[in-house]
């Protein structure tokens, strides 16, 4: 049986918009399961856009929204949105950044906690290149009174220059500062798995609602203290206590090794052929207001020719 055909266009996007890319990014293969896919910019049947633009004006047809930042869909220019946020309803489907990255099955493997103590690793690690991230910034300096906290990103380097392979180099430490560029409920990006599967203890802060995607109880959650001296002083207690040390590896890494509906494969397959088998459009007056919006995007073209500048050709978002 055939494949029911859909016309496509991905615009926006943190990445070089070649067809190699788009095809390897997350909604395309997934959408590739059930659809025959044309990659075209005339009279698509609907558009998947990001943050990195203005392009998604011009178009007319179903929008959908795909958010790498933590950034709120807006739904008078989307009809559907794939983001952060809670809730789940018709129009918006949370879909957290860390279920795009390719460590994302090792959060269900088996852990040996004894192995991993016998490793002696290194006390901690931090990898970052926000000079503006100061909550992470703060908590380096702090910590690093205590022993020294290797860095290996741009920020406060001093492992002799930035590492290569960031998931390598936080694998050889007891903990990882895992903290977001910023808070809010829901955001929640690659920097919090990538600690836990290297087994090393994360210390978190960012997404205040974290246990509804990982379980707390197998790394240090910054939201559960009341200051940073109290989560300096948890650190060197888990530091200097094997026991303690060994509660938290004994830990799953999702609660009770589950995976959560927004990030099972079939539930988000299920939304995205809801999307292409209703097609709404729930500004039901955009193509009234078309010739507005077009005059808009003409006025922006100034800021657009200043963002396109060369991008990764990566098709996960640039993180800091």
């Given at each position: 049986?055939?494949?029911?055909?859909?016309?496509?266009?991905?615009?926006?996007?943190?990445?070089?918009?070649?067809?190699?890319?788009?095809?390897?990014?997350?909604?395309?293969?997934?959408?590739?399961?059930?659809?025959?896919?044309?990659?075209?910019?005339?009279?698509?049947?609907?558009?998947?856009?990001?943050?990195?633009?203005?392009?998604?004006?011009?178009?007319?047809?179903?929008?959908?929204?795909?958010?790498?930042e933590n950034k709120r869909p807006n739904f008078n220019r989307c009809d559907y949105a794939f983001s952060f946020d809670y809730p789940v309803n018709e129009r918006n489907f949370r879909l957290p950044l860390y279920r795009l990255y390719p460590q994302y099955p090792k959060l269900f493997e088996p852990r040996n906690p004894a192995k991993?103590?016998?490793?002696?690793?290194?006390?901690?690690?931090?990898?970052?290149?926000?000079?503006?991230?100061?909550?992470?910034?703060?908590?380096?300096?702090?910590?690093?009174k205590y022993k020294q906290v290797d860095s290996g990103g741009k920020v406060r380097n001093n492992v002799g220059g930035r590492v290569p392979d960031k998931v390598k180099f936080i694998s050889d430490y007891k903990f990882n500062i895992a903290f977001e560029n910023n808070s809010h409920p829901g955001y929640a990006t690659e920097k919090l798995m990538e600690a836990l599967v290297t087994n090393t203890i994360p210390i978190y802060w960012g997404d205040p609602e974290i246990g509804n995607d990982f379980n707390t109880k197998a790394f240090?959650?910054?939201?559960?203290?009341?200051?940073?001296?109290?989560?300096?002083?948890h650190i060197k207690r888990v530091d200097q206590d094997d026991d303690l040390y060994c509660q938290y590896l004994s830990e799953p890494l999702v609660v009770d090794n589950k995976e959560t509906e927004f990030c099972q494969e079939e539930k988000i397959i299920r939304r995205l052929e809801d999307i292409f088998t209703s097609q709404k459009c729930y500004v039901s007056d955009r193509r009234k207001k078309l010739q507005k919006i077009l005059y808009y995007y003409k006025l922006m073209k100034h800021v657009i020719k200043k963002r396109n500048k060369p991008r990764t050709r990566s098709i996960l978002p640039p993180r800091e």
């Open positions: 049986m055939s494949k029911p055909q859909i016309k496509l266009m991905f615009t926006d996007f943190w990445f070089q918009l070649t067809l190699e890319n788009i095809q390897g990014f997350f909604l395309y293969r997934l959408l590739d399961k059930t659809f025959e896919i044309e990659i075209t910019d005339i009279d698509p049947d609907a558009i998947i856009y990001s943050c990195f633009g203005f392009e998604h004006l011009k178009y007319s047809c179903p929008r959908i929204y795909y958010a790498g991993i103590i016998a490793e002696k690793r290194k006390f901690c690690s931090f990898v970052n290149s926000n000079a503006k991230a100061k909550e992470r910034i703060n908590l380096f300096d702090q910590l690093s240090i959650n910054y939201h559960d203290f009341k200051s940073m001296d109290a989560v300096i002083a």
